[in-house]
């Protein structure tokens, strides 16, 4: 654990819950070839057609990958690379005492 103090102060070291997320800020691009992410846990796409990212999920049961359009909804979709969504805001800091 990093020596840093939580954003809520209530920890000498960061919770397990902030080292995450900053590990998570910085992973990079994981092609669907080599990893799949966890199964419906949403995670940003990057579709075979290459011109913008999309949320969706692998659906592990099924097999197949899901996506969120904003003109067509829910849909499915081949993805080439996916990562994990970034914090929203207000996300970002500790929720241990939450």
């Known amino acids: 654990m990093n020596d840093q103090v939580c954003e809520h102060g209530g920890l000498r070291r ?3 819950i902030c080292e ?3 590990e998570l800020a ?3 691009w994981v092609s669907v ?3 799949l992410p966890e199964t419906n846990i949403d ?3 990057y579709p075979w057609w290459g011109n913008e990212c999309h949320v969706g999920y692998y659906h592990a049961a099924k097999s197949i990958w899901l996506g ?3 003109r067509d909804g829910l849909g499915a979709v081949t993805p080439t690379h ?3 969504k970034p914090p929203g805001p207000g996300e970002g800091k ?3 005492d939450r």
């Open 82 to 84: 996916w990562t994990y």
């Open 26 to 28: 910085q992973r990079e």
């Open 43 to 45: 995670v940003l796409i």
């Open 20 to 22: 995450l997320r900053a």
């Open 68 to 70: 969120y359009f904003p």
């Open 14 to 16: 960061k919770c397990e």
């Open 33 to 35: 070839k080599e990893k």
């Open 94 to 96: 500790c929720t241990k």
